[in-house]
Antibody
Framework: QVQLQESGPGLVKPSETLSLTCTVS????????WSWIRQPAGKGLEWIGR???????NYNPSLKSRVTMSVDTSKNQFSLKLSSVTAADTAVYYC?????????????WGQGTLVTVSS | QSVLTQPPSASGTPGQRVTISCSGS????????VNWYQQLPGTAPKLLIY???QRPSGVPDRFSGSKSGTSASLAISGLQSEDEADYYC????????????FGGGTKLTVL
C-alpha cells in the first residue's frame, strides 16, 4: 500500500524558508491530491495546503501568502516551501494522501518530521 | 481558534460509551462530509471515520460516526484502555477557494 516519508532540514532560521519533501512509495503519485498538515507541540492539527499532480493547488487562507507547493511525478515526490518563518512555524509537519474534492479524507499519513525555527 | 469546535476533553471507564461532538457551520459540516482521526501518543494521526459514518478496514465497529446539520459526533462504545488518544474532526470548507478545517481536538481519557 502507499507509504509516505517526509524529509528536510530539522532546523530553520527565522525569516528563512522552510523546505520539505514527501516521497511516495508503493504506488504512483499521479492523479491524486497530496496535502501538508502541521501540528505544533501540544496543539491541534492545521492544514497547510494541497497539490494535485497537475499542479493545481489549494492553500490555507491564513498561510497562503507564504506557501508554495510543487510536485515531481518523475520522482514520486511533492514538496512544501514556507517562507519568512518564525517561531510560530515550529511544528511536526505531516504529508498525506488527500482523496480529493470536498468529500475526501486524509489517508495514509507520513510519520511526520519536526521542524524547529530558531537562530 | 479552530474553525470546528470540539470539547477539549472527554473521559469514560472501560466498557462505557462516550461521544465526542464537533460543531461547524453551513460552509463546512453543513455542506460536506466529516472525517474523524485518532492520534495515539507520539504517533501520526490515523483515519478513523470517513464520509460521516464509514469505517476504514481494520477499524473496530465500536467506533461510529454521525452527522446532523452543522454538527457531527463520534461515538465509542465498549471503551477500552487503548482508545485513550486525541480525536480530531475535519471537513472541507467551501468558503474562499475551499480549504480543509479541523477541530481543536479532544483528549479522551480512559479512567
Amino acid at each position: 500500500q502507499v507509504q509516505l516519508q517526509e524529509s528536510g532540514p530539522g532546523l530553520v532560521k527565522p525569516s528563512e524558508t522552510l523546505s520539505l519533501t514527501c516521497t511516495v512509495s508503493g504506488g504512483s503519485i499521479s492523479s491524486y491530491y497530496w496535502s501538508w498538515i502541521r501540528q505544533p507541540a501540544g496543539k491541534g492539527l492545521e492544514w497547510i495546503g494541497r497539490i494535485y499532480t497537475s499542479g493545481s493547488t489549494n492553500y490555507n487562507p491564513s498561510l497562503k501568502s507564504r506557501v508554495t507547493m510543487s510536485v515531481d511525478t518523475s520522482k514520486n515526490q511533492f514538496s512544501l516551501k514556507l517562507s519568512s518563518v518564525t517561531a510560530a512555524d515550529t511544528a511536526v509537519y505531516y504529508c498525506s494522501l488527500d482523496s480529493g474534492g470536498n468529500g475526501g479524507w486524509f489517508d495514509p499519513w507520513g510519520q511526520g518530521t519536526l521542524v524547529t525555527v530558531s537562530s | 481558534q479552530s474553525v470546528l469546535t470540539q470539547p477539549p476533553s472527554a473521559s469514560g471507564t472501560p466498557g462505557q460509551r462516550v461521544t465526542i461532538s464537533c460543531s461547524g457551520s453551513s460552509s463546512n459540516i453543513g455542506s460536506n462530509t466529516v472525517n474523524w482521526y485518532q492520534q495515539l501518543p507520539g504517533t501520526a494521526p490515523k483515519l478513523l471515520i470517513y464520509s460521516n459514518n464509514q469505517r476504514p478496514s481494520g477499524v473496530p465497529d465500536r467506533f461510529s460516526g454521525s452527522k446532523s446539520g452543522t454538527s457531527a459526533s463520534l461515538a465509542i462504545s465498549g471503551l477500552q484502555s487503548e482508545d485513550e488518544a486525541d480525536y480530531y474532526c475535519a471537513a472541507w470548507d467551501d468558503s474562499l477557494n475551499g480549504f480543509w478545517v479541523f477541530g481543536g481536538g479532544t483528549k479522551l481519557t480512559v479512567l
